[in-house]
C-alpha cells in the first residue's frame, strides 16, 4: 500500500502561483508514474500532469501546458506540481496519483491505483 498526502493548495488571485506537494509513505513509489488530477464542482475528475518515475517523461493536459509543471525527488518519494499564471477555472481539489504497476504517465483515471485525499486549489478573479 501506498498512502499519499497533499500540500500546498489554498486561495491565490488570477496570475499567481502554488506549489503542490505529495508525499509517498508506506511502499516506496519509487519506480511508479504519478499524476495529478483535479475535480471541480459538478465536473468529473480530469487530469492535469504526469510524469514517470525517471522523470524523463511528462504529460499535461492542454489547459495547462506552458502554466504548470511537474517533477518529482524519488529519494523523498515526493511529486510536485508547480502551477503559475493561475486562472480562475483552474479552481478545482487537486489530487495526487500513483500507478502501482508502471512506470508510464498515463492521462487516465483508472490507470492509477494509489490516490491521495486532494487539497483545494481556488484561484480568485
Known amino acids: 500500500q501506498v498512502q499519499l498526502v497533499e500540500s500546498g493548495g489554498g486561495m491565490v488571485q488570477a496570475g499567481g502561483s502554488l506549489r503542490l506537494s505529495c508525499a509517498a509513505s508506506g511502499r516506496t513509489f519509487s519506480g511508479y508514474a504519478a499524476g495529478w488530477f483535479r475535480q471541480a464542482p459538478g465536473k468529473e475528475r480530469e487530469f492535469v500532469a504526469a510524469i514517470s518515475w525517471s522523470g524523463g517523461r511528462t504529460k499535461f493536459a492542454d489547459s495547462v501546458k506552458g502554466r504548470f509543471t511537474i517533477d518529482r525527488d524519488n529519494a523523498k518519494n515526493t511529486v510536485y506540481l508547480q502551477m503559475n499564471s493561475l486562472k480562475p477555472e483552474d479552481t478545482a481539489v487537486y489530487y495526487c496519483?500513483?500507478?502501482?504497476?508502471?512506470?508510464?504517465?498515463?492521462?487516465?483515471?483508472?490507470?492509477?491505483?494509489?490516490w491521495g485525499q486532494g487539497t483545494q486549489v481556488t484561484v480568485s478573479s
Open positions: 496519483a500513483v500507478r502501482g504497476s508502471s512506470w508510464i504517465p498515463s492521462v487516465g483515471v483508472r490507470d492509477y491505483d494509489y
